[in-house]
Nanobody, 115 residues
Framework: QVQLVESGGGLVQPGGSLRLSCAAS????????MGWYRQAPGQQRELVATITSYGTTTYVGSVKGRFTISRDNAKKSVYLQMNSLKPEDTAAYYC?????????WGQGTQVTVSP
């Protein structure tokens, strides 16, 4: 059985930091491209960051310079370090694993940035 389990979300003030984690099981983790998406209420789901099996990363422009995606293949985990958080970062954050036409999703973890 395949599972992606996110953790690390919570309530934080603007300018604060959070580190999201996603632990995978049931897949050959090292060959998948991993990603983080987010979805705010009433808005479309947005790709935030990706990291390939090799380690190449991409970011949506609004988080570039503030967020860092990383992975640890030995631990079968992907992380999203979020710094200088803004209220507009408030969303449910989801990790996913992609290999060709196959994609798996986690259940999501809530990030709320509020004064």
């Amino acid at each position: 059985q395949v599972q992606l389990v996110e953790s690390g979300g919570g309530l934080v003030q603007p300018g604060g930091s959070l580190r999201l984690s996603c632990a995978a099981s049931g897949i050959i983790f090292g060959i998948y491209t991993m990603g983080w998406y987010r979805q705010a209420p009433g808005q479309q789901r947005e790709l935030v960051a990706t990291i390939t099996s090799y380690g190449t990363t991409t970011y949506v422009g609004s988080v570039k310079g503030r967020f860092t995606i990383s992975r640890d293949n030995a631990k079968k985990s992907v992380y999203l370090q979020m710094n200088s958080l803004k209220p507009e970062d408030t969303a449910a954050y989801y990790c996913n694993a992609v290999l060709g036409a196959v994609a798996f999703w986690g259940q999501g973890t809530q990030v709320t940035v509020s004064p």
